[in-house]
């Protein structure tokens, strides 16, 4: 008896741990990102669009705890020291080099690409 209820607790926890990370779901929509421009418009992102694009989450948010939406300004601030790249380095370089290996070349890596007028 002890043993089923051990088997069941166990089932029940599993059950409930994978709902958490299936709910740990992108944002729906586009977002501005906006905080770093000074003489560029905001790269207005469609995040749900990019999802299907990478393997998983933590490609793109590489330190990001599972299931913890955080955005790129939580580590990369807009001036750093130390090994971690400030904010505007991070985003063009993560956004540029994701574009420049898209299969259909159709990505944007001009400025004027993602930065609309």
């Known amino acids: 008896m002890k043993k089923f209820a051990s088997l069941m607790a166990i089932i029940v926890a599993v059950t409930f741990s994978a709902g958490l ?3 740990a779901e992108a ?3 586009k977002v501005a990102i906006k905080h770093i421009q000074k003489t560029k418009e905001p790269v ?3 995040h749900k669009a990019h999802t299907g694009r990478a393997k998983d989450c933590q490609e793109c948010h590489h330190k ?3 299931g ?15 090994k971690v790249v400030e904010l505007k380095e ?11 290996k898209d299969a259909n070349k159709k990505a944007p890596t001009t400025c004027n690409g993602c930065h609309k007028k």
């Open 44 to 46: 207005v992102f469609d």
């Open 68 to 82: 913890k939406e955080q955005g790129c300004q939580e580590c990369h601030k807009a001036k750093t020291e130390g």
């Open 21 to 23: 990370v299936i709910s």
């Open 27 to 29: 944002p729906a929509g």
């Open 64 to 66: 990001g705890e599972k």
């Open 90 to 100: 991070a985003y063009h370089t993560m956004c540029k080099d994701c574009h420049k």
